[in-house]
């Protein structure tokens, strides 16, 4: 049975994520850090499929991560090829994106979102191995990438791969998953959790005070700060996650939306960047200033009309990838029931990444507020949409 909570935790992340990219506001990083949260449940759903079917367990993420990925540089690598992209072996990163896929200078900022996806493939691959030395030693396992990150930030290890670096940033988060399905987190007593937790949060928010980055206090802009106040969210937002939440499906239209959201997590979080960055300009065009609260409100509004009309149009390609029947909006009633009021609505079922959500995030949650394109002719994706 699916646990709702986790569900409502998805959901939030998803949409903290697209309302971050739209109003930029850094402030929303510290009240939820989605990404960190978004890893967390992914490496807690991975820590599952590698108990039910072993190293193939691999091979199944990638089969329902990618398709989504496919669909959407079937739209945006031929339009980046006509305007400028040149056309080289490494546009075959859209496929497999190990490493970060060239883009022109629009499509830098419009898929921006892709390093998730980037991380996400090198954390499934190296969970077999992960999960493996967790359950031996689980302490000095999770602690390791925090001590790496701190080694990078402290310069310790110049020049730092992307990989590594983003390894030292979000595999903690991904480990803080498997300690969640493996029940360590739960088995943990309040009396030595909820003082880690503060420690965490403390020294996290001592390093972000003391180190902001140039937006402020964002936590996109200051990784060994994200990391310790991530830590610290998830071993009280999941680390005491309730068994279940029932009262999520009380309310029809709040239940109907977490399922959705859960269902085409990846969907709604590979689209929304490509309209954040094509309203940013129209909105001031059209007189609705991106500063103002209405004209962020309406560009948040649009924002979510627009995905939600790419996710019937394409959203169902996530079921297929995790090969359940296809549905324009998942979560109906269930075919056979009766007319009368014996329906019930389908509980929220995996969406690709991470089994139940994106990657979630997602979102990314998210790094880049979209400003205006520059001008250079080429760039690969910069970690800059988190």
Known sequence: MRNRYLDLLRFLAIVRVVVYHVTGWATLTLIFPAMSVMFALAGSLMAASLDRSGVPAVGRRLRRLLPSLWVVAAVFVPAMLLTGLPLTPRVLLWAFPVADPPANYW???????????????????????ALWLFRRAPWPTLLAPYALLAA??????PNAPTVLREFGLYFGAWLLGFAHHDGLLR????????PTALTLGAAGAAWIVTHPGPRGYDLNDIPLGNALWSAAFILVAIGRAPA???WVDRSELLGRAVTVLNRRALTVYLWHMPFVVALTPLVDVVGWSHQDPVGLAIRVVLVFALVGVVTVLVGWVEDVAARRPPELIPGGR????????GAAARPGIAAPVGGSVVPVSPAPAGRAVAPAPRAAEEHTLKLSAR
């Open 334 to 341: 269930i075919r056979g029931a009766s007319r009368s009021g």
């Open 244 to 246: 279940s939440a029932a």
């Open 107 to 129: 499509g830098a900022l419009a898929l921006s979102v892709i390093w998730y996806l980037r991380d996400y493939l090198w954390f499934v691959f190296a969970s077999p191995l």
């Open 187 to 194: 088995r943990t007593a309040n009396r030595v959790l909820i």
């Open 152 to 157: 990078i930030e402290a310069g310790m290890l």
